[in-house]
């Protein structure tokens, strides 16, 4: 068993809906126990004129292989209306492997602990609210040294719905 986290967002089709409708989903996953999932977070697009995302984290145990896993997440996107017209479009539905347990991956398909995490505010707050501060990145920077560099800047946590 490996604890996994998750990185969701969506920026179309009613957002929050579509977190919810994910994070069904993978309580659904085989081999895998949804542990627990963070508040929802909007905020601005890293790119100009899309619109605002909604994002949130998910916590998963599972004894899927990091793959197999990945293949499982982009039946989820897709099942979600998920259309891939543009690199960094507008997405109904994105899930990126943030961690997964301590494990450095490096492939073609899937590189892990996922580049940028550490300077985005929207994977970084709902993160600690399911991670312990002290968790250490591969790179030896601990979550509570990332947090104190990327300020909470134009976050907006939801109320829960
Ligand atoms: N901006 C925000 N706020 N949240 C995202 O999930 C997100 N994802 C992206 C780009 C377009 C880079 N911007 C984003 O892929």
Known sequence: ME????G???NLADPAVQLRSAVEALARLPQTELVGVSGFYQSDSLLPGQPRYTNAVAALDSRLAPLELLDALQAIENGQGRQRLERWGPRTLDLDIVL???RLIDEPRLKVPHYHMQERAFVLYPLAELAPA???LADGRTLAE???ACPFVGLERLPAA
């Open 146 to 148: 990332l947090l104190a």
């Open 100 to 102: 997964f347990g301590d």
């Open 134 to 136: 002290d968790l250490r």
């Open 8 to 10: 969701m967002g969506s």
């Open 3 to 6: 604890r996994i986290y998750i």
